[in-house]
């Protein structure tokens, strides 16, 4: 989208009304949040395969970098984790939604 149309679209000249910024100075502000970051980080590797022992999780994903992680309750409930009632909904990238049944604290 051009700065024209975004300045006209979202009446960015209202939201900068009373301030010291020019036209010029929200345009190259425009101009410099728009591009492509110049530095992209990189991908890591896959850890691969991994054990919870004496346990057999077929098809099971776990996501370790995670502040929260999304387990199903049939393999919380296999390995004996103590469940605690959640009223906690999480928003995915594709803007789906779904809610929480329980949540697990300090696995």
């Known amino acids: 989208m051009s700065f024209e149309d975004a300045y006209h679209k979202y009446r960015l000249g ?3 009304r009373g301030s010291r910024e020019t036209d010029k100075d929200i345009e190259l502000l425009f101009t410099k949040v728009s591009r492509k970051p110049k530095r992209t980080l990189k991908k890591e590797k896959n850890p691969g395969k991994f054990l919870i022992h004496s346990h057999n999780l077929p098809n099971a994903l776990c ?4 502040a929260v ?3 199903a309750i ?3 409930e296999l ?6 009632p959640s009223k906690d909904s ?7 939604q779904a809610n929480s049944a ?3 604290k300090n696995v």
């Open 74 to 76: 049939d393999i919380a």
């Open 90 to 96: 999480f928003n995915f990238v594709d803007n789906s």
């Open 102 to 104: 329980c949540k697990i």
């Open 79 to 84: 390995l004996g984790l103590k469940m605690e």
């Open 69 to 71: 992680s999304i387990m």
């Open 14 to 16: 209202n939201f900068f």
């Open 63 to 66: 996501d370790t970098g995670s």
